[in-house]
Nanobody, 117 residues
Framework: QVHVVESGGGLVQAGGSLRLSCVGS????????IGWFRQTPGQERELVAS??????????NYLDSVKGRFTISRDNAKNTVYLQMNNLKPEDTGVYYC????????WGQGTQVTVSS
C-alpha cells in the first residue's frame, strides 16, 4: 500500500514563498505520474501541478492560476516530490495533498497553506 506524507505548509504573507514536500513509501515515485492537489473549504480537491514519470519524460503541468509561480520537482533518490510556491496569493490558501495524478492512492493528511493579504 502506498503512503504519502506531506509537509512544509505554514502561514505566509502575500508575495512570500513556501516549499512543500511529499515523501512516499510503498511505490517508486519516479515510475509514477504524481500531482499536488489543493482543497479549500466547500470545494473539491483540484490538481494544481503534476509531473509525469521519468519514462514519460518528467513532463510538468500546472493549473493556469499558478503557472510561473509554482514549480513541481522530484528527487528520485529520496522518493520525494516538491512544490516550490513563490509569489503566493491569498487564493492559494488551502490544504495541499500529493497523490498519484489520477488520485489512485490513499490520501495523506495534507499540509495547510495560509496566505494572508
Amino acid at each position: 500500500q502506498v503512503h504519502v506524507v506531506e509537509s512544509g505548509g505554514g502561514l505566509v504573507q502575500a508575495g512570500g514563498s513556501l516549499r512543500l514536500s511529499c515523501v512516499g513509501s510503498g511505490t517508486t515515485f519516479s515510475s509514477n505520474h504524481i500531482g499536488w492537489f489543493r482543497q479549500t473549504p466547500g470545494q473539491e480537491r483540484e490538481l494544481v501541478a503534476s509531473i509525469s514519470s521519468i519514462r514519460s519524460g518528467a513532463v510538468t503541468n500546472y493549473l493556469d492560476s499558478v503557472k510561473g509561480r509554482f514549480t513541481i520537482s522530484r528527487d528520485n533518490a529520496k522518493n520525494t516530490v516538491y512544490l516550490q510556491m513563490n509569489n503566493l496569493k491569498p487564493e492559494d490558501t488551502g490544504v495541499y495533498y500529493c497523490n498519484q495524478a489520477l488520485a489512485r492512492w490513499s490520501w495523506g493528511q495534507g499540509t495547510q497553506v495560509t496566505v494572508s493579504s
